[in-house]
């Protein structure tokens, strides 16, 4: 009998992105794709001036011992849909280049997330423990995504680190940039140590992998 090695199906491209360092990688003027500029991330922050009174954010529940952020929903309404519709275009593009796989779209609200040094709830720092996306009751989720919104100068840890050996992958950092991953990946976000990293995270859906 001859079995087939399963981790080789997926033995893919680890990441791509969008990287805002990269002026190759800003979309031309009118097109909906790209990295963020730095003025639209500061646009997407500014959301959380209203979480009060809107309906598009709603702050999530964390659990400090597996995931400990400060979490709005951010949802497709007339003022967000430029932003889910970037993001959708860049998976889109990146998934037909790298990946090809089925897929549905966004189905879950994407996250506006805020790392904070200052946050000493549960005497814990913020951070994201070693985890994989498509888990159980979540193996919908096929590709993940992060826009980084901070500038990387501004504080220091919350890096996300993606592994498929002992050593992380290196990542763009730049403010705006767009990394992309499937879901599958064991990633982190280590404790932040000082400042605040704002970011946009988001998962796209799909059958399930097979």
């Known amino acids: ?3 087939i090695y399963p981790e080789k199906k997926y033995n893919q491209t680890i990441f791509t992105c969008y990287d805002s360092s990269n002026a190759s990688n ?3 003027r009118g097109e909906n794709w790209g990295a963020f500029t730095v003025d639209e991330c500061d646009w997407i922050i500014s959301l959380l001036q209203n979480v009060e009174t809107s309906q598009n954010c709603i702050v999530e529940v964390t659990n400090p ?5 400060s979490a709005w ?3 497709q309404t007339q003022e967000t849909n430029w932003v889910w519709q970037r993001l959708i275009n860049n998976v889109i593009y990146a ?3 790298w990946w090809n796989y089925d897929l549905v779209g966004i189905l879950e ?3 506006l997330i805020c790392y904070d040094s200052n946050n000493t709830s549960h005497k814990i720092k913020d951070n994201c423990d070693l985890h994989i996306d498509n888990e159980y009751p979540f193996s919908f989720r096929k590709i993940s995504f992060s826009v980084e919104l901070s500038d990387p100068n501004s504080y220091e840890g919350a890096e996300l680190n993606l592994y498929v050996q002992t050593n992380p992958q290196v990542l763009p ?3 705006g940039t767009m990394t992309m991953f499937p879901s599958f990946i064991l ?3 280590i404790p932040i140590i000082s400042g605040k990293r704002w970011a946009l995270i988001g998962w796209v859906t799909g059958p399930q992998f097979r």
């Open 73 to 75: 929903s951010i949802y």
């Open 95 to 97: 998934n037909s280049y």
């Open 173 to 175: 950092r730049g403010r």
């Open 26 to 28: 800003f979309c031309p």
């Open 65 to 69: 011992s597996y995931r400990q952020v």
């Open 187 to 189: 990633h982190e976000v």
């Open 1 to 3: 009998m001859f079995w």
């Open 109 to 111: 609200p994407i996250q």
